[in-house]
């Protein structure tokens, strides 16, 4: 009857509107006060939740992300994407993925890619004549590709929230992410030709462009490379890489000389803005699933699931179809710090392999990410198109999007090998 409760004043404050940091923690106070509980716990609990040195590596990462897309990095990774692909069906939309692709190995954020490459890609789309509705629908998505391919804000949560390395984490996404930034590619290509959208470059692609973009592209290439591989040798924690993340950027900021003080300011602020409303989410989720333990609760789904789940293939699909619903409803963060406590003792007691796990929940974050009504990235993708466009403008675009995105989950779950093959090579 309590979960009953629980669910009725979450969802129906999440359908008023209420920010979902709020509503995590109105609830737990309800709930503190229904148990007689002093409410000085909850102060206690929501410190406890962010009082940890790895979520540094946050505020740090979005940092990063913000000075490499307001410094030049996106036009400079833009142009070497068009030397790759320009030529093909749907050249700029393929661009606008692979760009997408590259910046998020880079920013490790999924709005701020989709921004950050939306304001350049988007203008040149609609000249040349591709809907509003289909750009929506592949920026959005496309974005999510930074949530994927290392660094990901969300691994390094995840990471620290169900106690999965976070190194490991990282070199998981690569082949996940190459295979999916593969088949948007494909996609947009194929959506291209069929309705007439884009221009078909005519000028031949030299090697010397190639080269000169390559060139220019190398050093922001250079980045998850120095963040990865500063993890794996043993030089950095994530944090610290995160630290060098920001450094790199500073010091590529300053060579190009496309940063003033007003872009500092305002790099700044939205870094301090974006940092803070993670980590309201992650302090007020932790308070949260301390009194859900208290009440038991977790444990009494453990045992739903171990009783209904026979084998660890069915539990893997239950999960990804838990995620599917409750991706409508709630934002990644709040999703990663509930139920990843939950899940994860689950996984274990079916001898799931703890990386194998972490990518079949990221690969769920990712769709939750594009998922309407609250699929950010899809948001995200709406806004920098048109200001007044809504998601249910992107149908039908949108649903085949999902479409690739969740064969992406079945894969990651069919075949373990997908997401262990490369962590495995550094074991």
């Known amino acids: 009857m309590m979960i009953f409760g629980i669910l009725v004043v979450f969802f129906g404050l999440l359908f008023l509107g209420m920010p979902i940091g709020y509503v995590i923690g109105i609830v737990a106070i309800a709930m503190l006060l229904m148990g007689g509980v002093p409410l000085e716990i909850l102060v206690q609990r929501m410190f406890a939740g962010v009082n940890n040195f790895s979520y540094l590596a946050l505020p740090l990462f979005i940092l990063a992300g913000n000075i490499m897309g307001k410094g030049g ?18 050249g700029t939309a393929i661009t606008t993925v692979v760009t997408t692709a590259l910046f998020g190995a880079v920013s490790g954020s999924t709005v701020a890619t989709t921004y950050a490459v939306g304001s350049v890609m988007v203008p040149r789309l609609q000249e040349e004549k591709y809907s509003n509705s289909f750009i929506a629908s592949i920026m959005g998505p ?23 390395s976070i190194g490991s984490l990282f070199i998981a996404g690569v082949i996940p992410g190459t295979l999916l930034t593969a088949a948007l590619c494909l996609y947009v290509a194929f ?10 470059r005519t000028e031949k692609v030299t090697g ?49 000389r496309e940063l003033d003080f007003v872009k500092y300011r305002d790099i700044m602020v939205t870094s301090a803005v974006t940092s803070a409303t ?22 009494m789904i453990t045992d739903f699931f171990l009783g209904f789940a026979n084998s660890p293939l069915m539990f893997l699909l239950i999960v990804s179809l838990i995620l599917l619903i409750l991706g409508t409803l709630t934002e990644v963060t709040s999703l990663i710090i509930l139920l990843s406590p939950i899940f994860m003792p689950i996984a274990t007691e079916f001898g799931i392999d703890p990386i194998h796990f972490g990518m079949v929940l990221i690969i769920n974050f990712a769709l939750a990410n594009i998922t309407p009504p609250v699929g950010l990235s899809l948001i995200a993708g709406c806004s920098i198109t048109d200001r007044k466009m809504g998601i249910e403008e992107t149908l039908p ?23 262990t093959f490369l962590p495995g090579l550094f074991k």
Do not use: C, Q
């Open 73 to 90: 990095l996106t036009r400079r990774l833009m142009a070497f994407s068009s030397a790759l692909v320009g030529r093909l069906a749907g």
């Open 397 to 419: 675009y949108v649903l085949h999007v999902l479409a690739i995105v969740a064969i992406m989950v079945l894969l990651i779950i069919f075949f373990p090998a997908i997401s």
């Open 142 to 164: 496309a974005g999510v590709l930074g949530l994927i391919i290392p660094p990901s804000i969300t691994m390094v949560i995840l990471g620290i929230t169900a106690n999965i």
């Open 191 to 200: 959506m291209a030709k069929r309705e007439g959208y884009g221009e078909i």
């Open 278 to 299: 993670i980590l309201i989410i992650i302090s007020a989720a932790n308070a949260f699933t301390y009194v859900l333990t208290v009440n038991h609760i977790p444990a």
């Open 208 to 256: 010397r462009e190639i080269w000169r973009t390559g060139r220019a592209a190398f050093f922001p290439l250079l980045t998850p490379v120095f963040i990865i591989g500063s993890i794996f040798s043993g030089l950095a924690t994530a944090t610290e890489a995160a630290v060098i993340a920001v450094a790199y950027g500073l010091v590529l900021a300053m060579i190009y």
